[in-house]
């Protein structure tokens, strides 16, 4: 077992894994299991069925990332079932900017765990037994994304869904406010960049496209250059194989002005940005683009036009219908005014954690404060025209800015329901629910 080790300052270092501690007084706490398993621990969640007591851990390190715990008997807990990604052959992720497959957050309501699956978005798995969890079907984002009109960024952060089970409450957490694209004369595509040789973002040039056949994995394997060609050329590669550093530096040894790497039909149209993997001097400028757009760039004549980087926002609430999950529908959305705004920096405006009420959401979210927002209009079937969340309060710290981080509900044995409010920065506000 790992030792802990202070920093000097008196604090001590987590060991990982789990910990399991009664507080039946809260002022004298008692460690029941300590660091039960080894790996890095994002988030768990704890539900009841009958006499038996069960836990998902987020585990921060392993592909098969969902774990289900028995915590029946605390002192010693149990892992009964691990599962993620690879054991889910029908996980969609659809046309995304990634993808980055990994769990971020879990809810478990009547046998039903609702995972923020990142890139992947919402997983539904019947838990009901739970030493066999079943996939049961993920959402995809709409492409283009009905409120930015681009390709879709992912970032499932967190979801909960309603008392029902009908609706699930789902948000993103996308720092980003911008994504670098290319225009072409085949269409707009977004890109990743090279993160060797000079950047794109500022010495991409306009030139004409050229299919270069294959991987590109020696200077042989790309035609050369057309010498009598006035305007600067750009290789088409296909990504495989070799190192991006490789490919890049047989097309500048073959006289190109710049490249593209096209990923591959197996990694479909995931972007990527490429790091080097070889010391190789690449002197050229280099993106990369997904399988379609790679698909569109072959043809003949085709050109580019500019690079790009374009405003996009950041992350917001989704509104999914989950009646049929094989089958899961974004119905609704709701942004505040600061996601696709534009400000000083540091202003973090992104969705963050939620609780779901009734047909209330309410959430922390960073330099936006808390936000309770009524989706009551939104109904299984609805479609994006019926369903439109309105905001119903909201507080910002506007002279110190808000930073919050967390919320949670709170009914009071006095009769009232709280807000409870983690801010970052300020330490924990506590409002009054004002639909109490």
């Known amino acids: 077992m790992p030792r802990t080790q202070s920093n000097g300052k008196g604090v001590v270092a987590g060991r990982g894994g789990i910990s399991i501690w009664d507080v039946t007084d809260p002022t004298k706490p ?19 069925d009958g006499s038996n007591a069960y836990l998902i851990a987020v ?16 002192q010693s807990p149990k892992v009964i079932a691990r599962v993620g990604a690879p054991d889910w052959p029908d996980l969609d992720f659809g046309e995304i900017e990634g993808p980055s497959l990994f769990l971020h957050d879990v809810w478990v309501q009547d046998g039903i765990a609702y995972l923020s699956y990142w890139d992947a978005g919402l997983v539904l798995l ?41 609706l699930t409450i789902l948000g993103d957490e996308d720092f980003s406010k911008f994504s670098a ?56 590669i296909q990504r495989g194989t070799c190192f991006f550093s490789e490919k890049a530096l047989n097309a500048e040894q073959q006289g190109y002005d ?6 591959n039909a197996a990694g479909g149209e995931g972007i990527i940005n490429m790091s ?19 698909e569109a760039l072959k043809a003949p004549g085709t050109t580019v036009l500019s690079v790009d980087s374009i405003f996009d926002g950041e992350g917001f609430m989704r509104v999914l219908d989950v009646t049929d999950p094989e089958n899961i529908v974004q119905i609704g959305h709701f942004a505040t005014e600061g996601v696709f705004s534009l400000g000083e920096i540091p202003e973090d405006r992104t969705a963050h954690n939620v609780i779901v009420r009734g047909e209330t959401a309410y959430w922390s979210w960073y330099w936006e404060g808390i936000r309770v927002v009524d989706f009551s209009d939104c109904d299984p079937g609805d479609g994006f025209e019926g369903c439109t969340p309105t905001e119903v ?20 044995p006095d009769g009232n329901t709280y807000i ?13 629910d004002p639909l109490s």
């Open 276 to 294: 080097a993997g070889t010391d190789d001097p690449v002197t050229i400028p280099g993106i990369f683009v997904g399988f379609s757009a790679g």
């Open 126 to 166: 019947d838990v009901s037994d739970v030493a066999n969890p079943v996939f049961l079907g993920d959402s995809t984002y709409p492409n283009p994304d009905v409120v930015s009109g681009l390709p879709p960024e992912g970032n499932g952060h967190v979801s909960a869904p309603t008392a029902d089970g009908l």
């Open 393 to 412: 309060a909201h507080f910002v710290d506007t002279g110190d800015h808000s930073n919050f981080w967390g919320v949670y509900l709170h009914d009071h």
């Open 181 to 236: 694209v290319v225009n072409t004369s085949a269409g707009t595509f977004k890109i990743g960049v090279a993160l060797f040789g000079p950047d794109p973002l500022t010495t991409y040039p306009a030139g004409d496209v050229v299919w270069t056949g294959g991987e590109g994995c020696s200077s042989g394997a790309i035609p050369p250059a057309d010498a009598f060609d006035p305007d600067p050329q750009i290789a088409l």
């Open 30 to 48: 008692k460690a029941m299991k300590q660091s039960f398993m080894t790996n890095g621990i994002h988030n768990t969640f704890i539900w009841q």
């Open 258 to 263: 710049a490249y593209i790497v096209a990923n």
């Open 420 to 432: 409870l409010g983690s801010d970052r920065d300020s330490g924990l506000w506590i409002f009054a």
């Open 59 to 74: 585990d921060d390190v392993a592909t098969r990332d969902v774990v289900v715990v028995d915590i029946t008997k605390p």
